[in-house]
C-alpha cells in the first residue's frame, strides 16, 4: 500500500525561527509532489507543486525540495512567523501500474509563537 | 472569480436522510473531485471526474452518488446517510485532465449525521 508519512506531526516554534517539514513516500514512482497549507476550518491551499524531474521549488520564504531515490521532501519555512501557523501537508502523485495516484500524508501542524 | 465554490457549509443529518452537497468553480477546470477528511485518516478520494459526462470511483465510494453534467458543477449525493458519513467534505478542481497538476480546494463542508 503507498504511504505518506509526515513528521513531526506537531511543531511548536519561537517566531523567526527557520525550520523544516518533512514528508516520506513508500513508492520512488513519483509525478510530481504538491505542498499544501491547511487553516483551522478552511480548505486546502496549494503552496508548491514540484515536478519529478525538478529538484526543488521555492516561493518567498518557503523551499520545497524532492528526493525521488529516498523517498523524500522537505519544505523548509524561513524565518517563520505567527501567521505560518497552521497545518501542512505533502501530497505525492504516486505511479503505479500505469496509473497515477495522489496519496495525502496526515499533516504537520505547526505553532509559531510571537 | 470565485475558485471552487461549495455550499452547505454546515449541515445535520438524521441517519436514513439523503442530501447533495454542491460543488462549483468558475476556472473551465476539466478535473474536480471530491475528499473527505477524518482526524487521523488524512484526506481520502471518494469520486471523481475528468470532465462533463465522465465520472468514476475514488477510494472511499460506497454511499454517494456523483455525477457531472456540466463542467462547472459536481455535486455529491448522499443516499441513505450514516453516522460513519459524518466527516468534512472537500471538492477540488485542477485545470489539467488527471490529479497531477495544481489542485484547487472549496473551504469544505461539515456534515454531520445523528
Known amino acids: 500500500k503507498q504511504e505518506v508519512t509526515q513528521i513531526p506531526a506537531a511543531l511548536s516554534v519561537p517566531e523567526g525561527e527557520n525550520l523544516v517539514l518533512n514528508c516520506s513516500f513508500t513508492?520512488?514512482?513519483?509525478?510530481?509532489l504538491q505542498w499544501f497549507r491547511q487553516d483551522p476550518g478552511k480548505g486546502l491551499t496549494s503552496l508548491l507543486l514540484i515536478q519529478s524531474s525538478q529538484r526543488e521549488q521555492t516561493s518567498g520564504r518557503l523551499n520545497a525540495s524532492l528526493d525521488k531515490s529516498s523517498g523524500r521532501s522537505t519544505l523548509y519555512i524561513a524565518a517563520s512567523q505567527p501567521g505560518d501557523s497552521a497545518t501542512y501537508l505533502c501530497?505525492?502523485?504516486?505511479?503505479?501500474?500505469?496509473?497515477?495516484?495522489?496519496?495525502f500524508g496526515k499533516g504537520t501542524k505547526l505553532t509559531v509563537n510571537p | 472569480n470565485a475558485g471552487v465554490t461549495q455550499t452547505p457549509k454546515f449541515q445535520v443529518l438524521k441517519t436514513g436522510q439523503s442530501m447533495t452537497l454542491q460543488c462549483a468553480q468558475d476556472?473551465?477546470?476539466?478535473?474536480m473531485s471530491w475528499y473527505r477528511q477524518d482526524p487521523g485518516m488524512g484526506l481520502r478520494l471518494i469520486h471523481y471526474?475528468?470532465?462533463?459526462?465522465?465520472?468514476d470511483q475514488g477510494e472511499v465510494p460506497n454511499g454517494y452518488n456523483v455525477s457531472r453534467s456540466t463542467t462547472e458543477d459536481f455535486p455529491l449525493r448522499l443516499l441513505s446517510a450514516a453516522p460513519s458519513q459524518t466527516s468534512v467534505y472537500f471538492c477540488?478542481?485542477?485545470?489539467?485532465?488527471?490529479?497531477?497538476?495544481?489542485?484547487?480546494f472549496g473551504e469544505g463542508s461539515r456534515l454531520t449525521v445523528l
Open positions: 477540488a478542481s485542477s485545470y489539467f485532465y488527471w490529479n497531477t497538476g495544481e489542485l484547487f
Open positions: 476556472m473551465n477546470h476539466e478535473y
Open positions: 501530497a505525492p502523485v504516486l505511479t503505479q501500474g500505469g496509473s497515477e495516484k495522489l496519496v
Open positions: 471526474s475528468v470532465g462533463a459526462g465522465i465520472t
Open positions: 513508492d520512488s514512482a513519483i509525478y510530481n
